[in-house]
């Protein structure tokens, strides 16, 4: 997390999510339920500046994402975006496909881990949103949906083609995009969709003590885990090994490993703070 801030303060309210933060754990909550937490242009807009600010608030050591009523996501408002969007002018419509892809962009580049907690359906943007995670825990209602073609469209959207076939294989991928089925949870693990599959009692508490694990461990090491399993996608092995070199070069330089080693020798466990 950077300790530098400019003149513009923290966002004190966030007007089309909840959002809470304590004991280093943030939570966003979609909270259309009614509408099974359909994204708004300005529920898109405020995840963007979230994961953007969230790395400068130095409160923050993991997200969870989850969403209220019965649904996680069922991807953006038909009436309010899509109908809206057959008025739009081609350049107004390029600013909004392209805002999608910087929130998917922006979580991936957050240095702070984030959990997907899935109890229902993640459909079109939703089930971006759960891919661009680092880690999604569901119940036996979680379901995927990437439905973009089923209303005429691309199914690569939102990083959706550059994130699935990292996660689950081309071949998956291409099925999953093009023909837009649905996904139950039994499949979504066994593709790698889902980092773990829970029973619906227990969703609450594995979400916790993994958000727990993680904001108490050595913030650092899980930062810079994420950013490279980011950019190596994309780098040759002689890159990746130079890339990874020079990380544990700098980490060796850390609080947090030295406290490793005085943990060690003093037969106890690290007390980790991320620095």
Not at 200 to 218: S, Y
Request: proline share 4%; glycine share 10%; charged share 25%.
């Amino acid at each position: 997390m950077s300790p530098f801030r400019g003149s513009v303060a923290e966002t004190g309210r966030w007007e089309h999510f909840g959002f809470t933060c304590a004991d280093g754990i943030a939570t966003v909550t979609l909270d259309r339920p009614d509408k099974l937490n359909a994204l708004t242009f300005e529920a898109y807009a405020d995840l963007r500046d979230l994961f953007h600010e969230l790395p400068q608030r130095g409160d923050a050591r993991v997200l969870v994402l989850r969403g209220s009523g019965t649904a996680f996501c069922s991807g953006g408002d038909v009436n309010e975006i899509i109908g809206e969007t057959l008025a739009m002018e081609p350049d107004r419509l390029l600013e909004f496909t392209r805002m999608t892809g910087q929130v998917v962009k922006a979580m991936r580049e957050c240095p702070i881990p984030i959990i997907v907690a899935l109890h229902g359906m993640a459909a079109g943007a939703g089930s971006v949103l759960a891919l661009a995670a680092d880690f999604r825990i569901g119940t036996p209602k979680a379901k995927f949906a990437f439905l973009f073609t089923k209303v005429g469209l691309s199914g690569a959207d939102m990083g959706s083609a550059y994130l699935l076939p990292r996660i689950v294989g081309l071949g998956r991928a291409t099925q999953l995009l093009m023909l837009g089925d649905t996904v139950r949870a039994e499949a979504a693990e066994r593709y790698g969709l889902l980092t773990e599959l829970v029973e619906a009692e227990e969703l609450d508490n594995r979400v916790g003590e993994l958000a727990t694990r993680l904001a108490t461990g050595p913030f650092q090491g899980y930062a810079q885990t994420k950013a490279l399993l980011t950019r190596e996608l994309d780098m040759d092995l002689g890159s990746a090994v130079e890339l990874e070199a020079m990380t544990q070069a700098l980490l060796m330089k850390t609080q947090d490993y030295a406290e490793f080693h005085a943990a060690f020798n003093a037969k106890r466990e690290p007390r980790w703070q991320g620095r």
